[in-house]
């Protein structure tokens, strides 16, 4: 419910200022809650949702904001420095949107923007063809191309979640990735599913290490994750708790497909 009615009054705010259905909206944010509100958001609004990497330099994301012609960027203190120096750049670019106290004289603090839309939203009646979101390659070969994914991707990618993890969702269900957000795998095989479902997901903003995966698996007890080869690898070469050993069941699914045994 508290997600709901912070991406309504998101939307209505977004609304007020001229966003629409099919406008692009940048994300340039690390994994935080008013990130999952701000894909709410746009969605409700028939909007594009453009996921971007709070870790891209200024040419990254001048290319891309360029590119798909985002109409709003959302960033946070981290990403914010980046951007700056391209607003003048951008004249499509109408709001930058600041999170967790990103602050400079062109930016509208979020908090100030949902405390400022109404709660009730006319939600865009939206088709399962209709773009929902627009990602970028990594560019190895040529420029980064953006991908433009119809809402109705979630639904298609959800067999593959679902039985990858065994049957996801199974009562308690906790998730949690290190995948950025702003990537497929990490939208696609964590974030979007998980919420699909109605099941809490782990946000950690912080570097990773075999240490910190360990304490955050045993904190809040998750269940299941999606894991990169090189961060798995660096799991089953630590020494976890042996109190967290075993209480930990996980049900981890590398990003090259392999699966790996509770």
Known sequence: WDLDSRANRLANALRAGGVGRGDRVALILPQRPETVVAHLATYKLGAVAVPLSFLFGPDALLYRLADSGAKVAFVDPQSLPNLAPLVARLPQLARVVGVAGARESFVTPFEALVEGGARH??????????????????????????????????????????????????????????????????????????????????????????????????????????????????????????????????????????????
């Not at 049957?167 to 964590?190: E, I, K, R, Y």
């Not at 976890?240 to 990003?255: E, Y």
Request: glycine content about 10%; hydrophobic content about 40%; charged content about 20%.
């Open 121 to 262: 939203l006319e939600t865009a009646d939206t088709k399962p063809t209709d773009p929902a979101l627009l990602v970028y390659t990594s560019g190895t070969t040529g420029p980064p191309k953006g991908a433009l994914m119809p809402h109705s991707c979630l639904i298609g990618n959800l067999p593959g979640f679902i039985y990858s993890h065994d049957g996801f969702p199974q009562p308690g269900d906790v998730f949690w990735s290190p995948a950025d957000w702003a990537w497929t795998g990490g939208l696609m095989d964590a974030l979007l599913p998980t919420l699909y479902f109605g099941l809490p997901i782990v946000a950690y903003r912080g570097r990773f290490s075999a240490d910190t995966a360990y304490t955050l698996l045993e904190k809040y007890r998750v269940t299941n994750s999606f894991l990169f080869p090189t961060a798995l690898k660096m799991m089953m070469k630590a020494e976890p708790d042996p109190l967290a050993r075993r209480r930990l069941k996980l049900r981890a699914i590398m990003s090259a497909g392999e699966a790996v045994g509770e």
